[in-house]
T-cell receptor, first 113, second 111 residues
Framework: DTAVSQTPKYLVTQMGNDKSIKCEQNLGHDTMYWYKQDSKKFLKIMFSYNNKELIINETVPNRFSPKSPDKAHLNLHINSLELGDSAVYFC????????????FGPGTRLTVL | AQSVTQLGSHVSVSEGALVLLRCNYSSSVPPYLFWYVQYPNQGLQLLLK??????LVKGINGFEAEFKKSETSFHLTKPSAHMSDAAEYFC?????????FGTGTRLKVLA
């Protein structure tokens, strides 16, 4: 059974389009995250959600809008895509406390043309 | 504020040689530290974690790391490198609903 899943795995689109990435975890975790990994492999947190509530928004442009319909899902919608949005986006989850490991999804490679 | 610094963005070792990947942290509170591995085109996978129970932490695939408070370090080691260890390695510190990752070290294993 996949613990953290993301769809799609690859996403190629034109500048200005709107796209969504879906994430689901079946681990029963309270907290979910979105990370962006750039071409140099630098991993930067974008959002943290706890029990469907936004906890952290790391100065992400408001073109990015996360939505958590329930504790097991955290989707990422991106409006008006720009070239600089090209990256790999990872979803992750963890139990609430900070000393627990995060479980990562396989990533979604977004390419904006 | 918490932070981690990984020294060396690329490390090459011969197969069978010692692997040493360096991580230094900064934290005003007792840190929770992690090492993750990322294989090509995959997500991150936990290698090991330090949560103050023991300073020498053993992880999967023969890796271990030692927490040294005096040096603010959490270096990752493996006695004998295998070709399958070639990957990107990330050190991270856990914060409140936020994990800070280092910039990563790419490990290359030479035959």
């Amino acid at each position: 059974d996949t613990a953290v899943s993301q769809t799609p795995k690859y996403l190629v689109t034109q500048m200005g389009n709107d796209k969504s990435i879906k994430c689901e975890q079946n681990l029963g975790h309270d907290t979910m995250y979105w990370y962006k990994q750039d071409s140099k492999k630098f991993l930067k947190i974008m959002f943290s959600y706890n029990n469907k509530e936004l906890i952290i928004n790391e100065t992400v442009p408001n073109r990015f809008s996360p939505k958590s319909p329930d504790k097991a899902h955290l989707n990422l919608h991106i409006n008006s895509l720009e070239l600089g949005d090209s990256a790999v986006y990872f979803c992750a989850s963890s139990p609430r406390t900070t000393h627990n490991e995060q479980f990562f999804g396989p990533g979604t490679r977004l390419t904006v043309l | 504020a918490q932070s981690v610094t990984q020294l060396g963005s690329h490390v090459s070792v011969s197969e069978g040689a010692l692997v040493l990947l360096r991580c230094n942290y900064s934290s005003s509170v007792p840190p929770y530290l992690f090492w993750y591995v990322q294989y090509p085109n995959q997500g991150l996978q936990l290698l090991l974690k330090y949560t103050s129970a023991a300073t020498l932490v053993k992880g999967i695939n023969g890796f271990e790391a030692e927490f040294k408070k005096s040096e603010t370090s959490f270096h990752l080691t493996k006695p004998s490198a295998h070709m399958s260890d070639a990957a990107e390695y990330f050190c991270a510190v856990g914060g409140t609903y936020k994990y800070i990752f280092g910039t990563g070290t790419r490990l290359k294993v030479l035959a």
